[in-house]
């Protein structure tokens, strides 16, 4: 296995706040430190990057801190983290578009970076002509667009569109364009920056298969970021978890995600009570106060047996008089994905809170698979679907495949899936 | 470790320090293609959904020479060196747009282009390139008109003396690129943290012209003024320009010499400061 990515200690400041008169001053001290011979005084002021905490108005903050790993030649490498984490100054970094603010990374082969879908684009030039400038862009010779040419106007699917300006194509459209392009791109190594987030299921699954087919038939090496962890898994077999500009864990896909699940994972005490800064957004006007999930015997409980039946409490304080409201609850699997959402009403309509606290109950009996599962809460307003409150990955239970009812046992020795659907069948001998 | 088998272009080092100025140039010659791609969208973004198309290229000259024929020669009686008014404005603006809207565009090209910039990496270099290849092609068409209308006025109302000095036209036309970007280069890498430079551009340009000899020639200049004009960089290269068309014009071999040791300099300075600017501009822009 040979190295084609060598990131050594990279570390990335940024000063945050206006630029101004000031600033001035701040430049030619810090030219005479750096010409003296001491250090860049950029790095040495640089804080912890947490866009929560307020610090002072022109602090300095370090988005990358230290980060360094490898990858090998035909390796896909997923990089995950919480907003902020310093992912997308990695890629800036790894595509050349910027530089790090000390330490280095080399490169082995030629880079393609996919950071946004149709960079280059020019909206009066037509579809054709923009295939080329974008080729272009990304690196490719005209001989190469030439050549695969076909390939891509068939992969997009806009052909009848070929010759009208790209200002007149839907966004749907031009994305598919654009992406054709880029899927057709001939690099040593691949750089792709969410872009997968755009376009209707049918060809967000196309995208995927496509990067499917690069990373494993052509050897090419891709380095991928998403907060989508189902795509990461798919994807990735190795993967970096960047916490606050560091590294947080790196390695295999899956116990990288595990770390990255475990770690936002929500501090909980025995009374269930959801502390205040879990709410990943919101406007206050509500929030989760508590959660509770029981068995039968209103025993608290994280392990339950297959085909148990789940008892919750959720707690609501409404500070103020809300309407037209929608609660969901969501049950959500070991790679963070939504599996099934749970509502107060089952018929999905919007209700009205007055001030107050409210307690909320659900019982629900043998639809989960074996497998570690955990609650997302939210409350958001019908019209806008602007978010009041919403905590994500709390409260982590697990199903096993031990049974207490004799009647129901789980006999296989792997996972069939995450969810068990109420179907009514009919075994008939027919014959 | 990474093995050093491959030819070492293939390896990347990034780190804080900016690419030499010998990578930079080196890496523009494998970038041909998209040269030539950026050259082909200005000139067709250019006219794009109007309906007099390429003409425009003619019409731009054409409207300023009107203007400035009414303003300057009819109603001011300024001075035109002895030639007719046409010819002078004509010849001038030919040149003086060529090196304006090169010089704008340059020092515009880090924040126009942030948004590409930011998301993906070519030699940032092709842009400017690009924008003077674009602008010659531009240049070339408005010359056909010059010459049109040279041959219409040496026909027709007067004719001027042809000489071999003709022939030299390309090297002008070539000094005044070189002098067009280096400042644009300066200004573009300058005006990334500090955009009051961008917002002085236009008065900056106003200043330029009205202080070289694109409305009046130098020989109707005197004192101070005289000085100033002399000391902008263009002036040798205009007079030059209406020299070597029409024979008329003041050339100083001095002032000549000024000016090529100006725009080589200042090509140089602006290649090196660009180059330090753009590695990571995008975390300032």
């Known amino acids: 296995m040979s190295i084609v990515v060598e990131a050594n200690k990279i570390s990335k400041v940024y000063r945050l706040g206006q630029f101004s008169g000031s600033s001035i001053g701040f430049d030619i001290k810090r030219w005479m430190a750096i010409k003296q011979g001491k250090q860049d005084p950029l790095l040495s002021q640089a804080q912890e990057n947490d866009r929560t905490s307020s610090a002072g108005k022109d602090s300095i903050v370090s988005s990358l801190k230290d980060v360094s790993f490898n990858i090998n030649k035909g390796d896909s490498l997923g990089i995950i983290g919480r907003n902020g984490a310093g992912k997308s100054t990695l890629l800036k970094i790894l595509s050349q578009v910027t530089t790090p603010s000390s330490g280095s990374v080399t490169i082995k082969g030629k880079v393609a970076s996919l950071l946004e879908v149709g960079t280059g684009f020019h909206p009066e030039l037509s579809g054709r002509e923009n295939i080329f400038l974008n080729g272009a862009i990304l690196g490719m010779k005209v001989k190469e667009i030439k050549n695969k040419f076909d390939e891509i106007v068939d992969f997009s699917g806009v052909e009848r569109y070929l010759d009208t300006p790209v200002k007149r194509y839907s966004s749907g459209m031009y994305v598919r364009l654009a992406f054709a392009v880029a899927a057709h791109l001939e690099s040593d190594i691949l750089i792709v920056d969410e872009v997968l987030a755009v376009g209707d299921a049918e060809f967000q699954r196309k995208c995927m298969g496509k990067m499917n087919d690069l990373g494993s038939s052509s050897g090419r090496t891709i ?70 999930i029981f068995n039968l015997n209103k025993e608290p409980k994280k392990k339950f047996g297959f085909g148990e039946n789940i008892f919750i409490d959720i707690e609501l304080t409404v500070n103020k008089k809300i309407e037209q409201v929608l609660v969901g609850i969501h049950i959500v699997n070991n790679l963070g994905e939504k599996i099934c959402m749970l509502t107060i009403n089952s018929n999905y309509t919007p209700i009205d809170f007055e001030k107050g606290v409210y307690n909320m109950s659900f019982q629900f009996g043998d639809i989960l698979m074996p497998g570690e599962y955990a609650f997302g809460l939210s409350i958001s307003h019908f019209s806008s679907g602007a978010d009041i409150d919403y905590i994500e990955n709390f409260s982590q239970f697990s199903i096993s495949r031990d049974s207490s009812n004799k009647d129901l046992i789980y006999p296989w020795p792997t996972i069939h899936g995450i969810y068990k659907p109420n179907a009514i069948s009919e075994l008939k001998k027919i014959v | 470790m990474i093995s050093k088998v491959l030819p070492s272009e293939q390896v990347k080092i990034i780190d804080k320090n900016a690419r030499s100025l010998k990578t930079s140039l080196t890496e523009l010659t494998s970038h041909q293609d998209l040269l030539w791609l950026f050259v082909k969208r200005d000139f067709i973004s250019f006219y794009k959904q109007t309906i007099l198309g390429p003409i425009w290229f003619f019409l731009q000259p054409i409207f300023t020479t009107t203007i400035y024929f009414f303003l300057f020669y009819n109603l001011a009686k300024l001075s035109t060196d002895g030639l007719p008014g046409v010819l002078f404005y004509l010849s001038g603006i030919t040149l003086w747009s060529f090196f304006s809207e090169l010089l704008l565009k340059t020092s515009g090209l880090l924040r126009e282009n942030a948004a590409i910039f930011g998301k993906v990496y070519f030699p ?162």
């Open chain 1, 223 to 292: 380095i991928f970021v998403s907060h989508n962890m189902a795509a990461i898994n798919q994807l990735c077999n190795k993967s970096l978890f960047l916490n606050k500009g560091m590294v947080a864990a790196s390695g295999d896909t899956s116990s990288v995600i595990a770390s990255y699940l475990n770690y936002n994972k929500v501090v909980e005490n025995f009374e269930g009570d959801i502390p205040e800064n879990s709410s990943l957004h919101g406007t206050g006007e509500a929030r989760f106060t508590k959660l509770r």
């Open chain 2, 124 to 285: 940032r270099l092709i842009v400017p390139i690009s924008h003077f290849f674009s602008g010659l092609l531009k240049l070339s068409v408005q010359l056909f008109l010059l010459a049109a209308v040279s041959i219409i006025v040496y026909f027709f109302v007067s004719p001027f003396n042809f000489t071999a000095a003709f022939f030299l036209i390309p090297f002008i036309i070539l000094l005044t690129a070189i002098q067009s970007c280096g400042l644009g280069l300066m200004i573009a890498s300058l005006s990334v943290k500090y955009r009051d430079i961008a917002l002085l551009m236009g008065f900056f340009m106003q200043g330029l012209m009205y202080s070289t000899t694109v409305i009046y020639p130098l020989s109707s200049t005197s004192g101070i003024l005289n000085k100033i004009v002399l000391l902008n960089p263009m002036t040798s290269i205009i007079e030059s320009f209406r020299f070597c068309l029409f024979n008329k014009g003041t050339v100083i071999y001095a002032e000549l010499i000024y000016t090529i040791i100006f725009s080589f300099l200042v090509l140089y300075v602006g290649l090196l400061m660009f180059i330090r600017t753009e590695k990571d501009f995008v975390d300032t822009i």
